[in-house]
Structures are given as structure tokens and as C-alpha cells.
């Protein structure tokens, strides 16, 4: 079983429709928690951290529950600028690494 | 402020073959961790250099080791290369070691092809 699973995708949304991204992880170890973002041939950039609490960054929305041991996503008016890959990243701070899932795929539509 | 650099941007190298891939840091940074991506999975995690040593390794074989310099620029080698070996290499540097909630910053990555 992979550490972090992610639906591949792709999504393939209209502009201005909101859209939700989960993701689970198998190592209840993991202390931290982000969504990266990948366009298409460039490097990973940091989308957000996720907090327990829940936190939000513009049309942008995380949530983490640790006892289910699962991280969502939420994305609201999306614009076509969205479309990209969404790679959900934990951190096992004694192995001092970034673990990614695979990435799930959007793509927004005019 | 100079970001993360990796060179080159593209190889094509035989199975077998060695190869060397470079990183600077970006300014201010002394810590690199390089990372295997290939095409349709996640970064995987390589190794981590703090301060010239080894920090952390993921599960790759031997003939993948490292290098940091004093000024923290890095190098990935890959010996007796195999056709998986063929995926985009990412190297990313912080202000600290993973752990300590210092925030990645990758380079554009060298993309090896093994044939």
C-alpha cells in the first residue's frame, strides 16, 4: 500500500465551479502536512500547509483529520490559471523527508 | 535573492553509464535535498545534506550518493545507470533540515534519460 494516496484524476471542471481533492496516508507518524502544486514539466511549488484546525488561503481551503488519517483540498472559483497538478506531501520528521502522493490532475475548462 | 539552480537541464546517457548532476542553494541556505520524480508518480525522496553530511536517505541503492561543498551546492551521482534510472531529478534546498518546518524550495530539475 502506498504511503499517500491520491485519485489520479483528471478532474476536468468548468470555470467558476468549485472542486475537492482528497488525499489518505498510511503513516499515523506524520507530523506535517502540505499541498504542493505541479504544472506541467516544472517543479513542485508550496500550495499551502495543513493545520488540524482546518485553514483556508483565498478560494484555496485545507482540512486534515488525523484520526481517519485523511487530507483534503478545496478549491472555489476555479480559474483556468488552476489547472496543474495537486500533489498532497506529509512529513515524517525522523526520517527528515517529504513524502508525495502521485498527484491529482486538474483541469479547468473555459 | 538567487533561487535554486540545477545544471543541466536535459541528459541522455547509456545504461551503465555514470552521471553528475548539479545544485546550487539558493542564497542563505544550508541544507539540499534531492528527490526522483518519474513521469505520472510523486517525488520521491533521494537523500538530504546538512552542513557537507548526509542527513537523511530514502530507500535508494548505493550507487546513488551525494556530495555538499562549503558554499552548500550539491551534487547527485548515479553510477552503473539503469533504464528506470530515466525520470526528472529535483533538487531543493532550506534554511534548515526537513523537520524543522523550513519550507522547500525546489529547482527547475535535469531531466535523465536512460537508453
Known amino acids: 500500500r502506498k504511503e499517500v494516496e491520491q485519485d489520479p484524476g483528471p478532474f476536468n471542471v468548468p470555470e467558476g465551479a468549485t472542486v475537492a481533492f482528497n488525499c489518505t496516508y498510511s503513516n499515523s507518524a506524520s507530523q506535517s502536512f502540505f499541498w504542493y502544486r505541479q504544472d506541467c514539466r516544472k517543479e513542485p511549488k508550496l500550495l499551502m500547509s495543513v493545520y488540524s484546525s482546518g485553514n483556508e488561503d483565498g478560494r484555496f481551503t485545507a482540512q486534515l483529520n488525523r484520526a481517519s488519517q485523511y487530507i483534503s483540498l478545496l478549491i472555489r472559483d476555479s480559474k483556468l490559471s488552476d489547472s496543474a497538478t495537486y500533489l498532497c506531501?506529509?512529513?515524517?520528521?525522523?526520517?527528515?523527508?517529504?513524502?508525495f502522493g502521485s498527484g491529482t490532475r486538474l483541469q479547468v475548462q473555459p | 535573492e538567487t533561487g535554486v539552480t540545477q545544471s543541466p537541464t536535459h541528459l541522455i546517457k547509456t545504461r551503465g553509464q555514470q552521471v553528475t548532476l548539479r545544485c546550487s542553494s539558493q542564497?542563505?541556505?544550508?541544507?539540499v535535498s534531492w528527490y526522483q520524480q518519474a513521469l505520472g508518480q510523486g517525488p520521491q525522496f533521494i537523500f538530504q545534506y546538512y552542513r557537507e553530511e548526509e542527513n537523511g536517505r530514502g530507500n535508494f541503492p548505493p550507487r546513488f550518493s551525494g556530495l555538499q561543498f562549503p558554499n552548500y551546492s550539491s551534487e547527485l551521482n548515479v553510477n552503473a545507470l539503469e533504464l528506470d534510472d530515466s525520470a526528472l531529478y529535483l533538487c531543493a534546498s532550506s534554511s534548515g533540515p526537513t523537520g524543522d518546518n523550513s519550507p522547500l524550495h525546489f529547482g527547475n530539475g535535469t531531466r535523465l534519460t536512460v537508453t
Open positions: 542564497s542563505g541556505h544550508n541544507t
Open positions: 506531501v506529509l512529513m515524517d520528521t525522523g526520517r527528515r523527508a517529504l513524502t
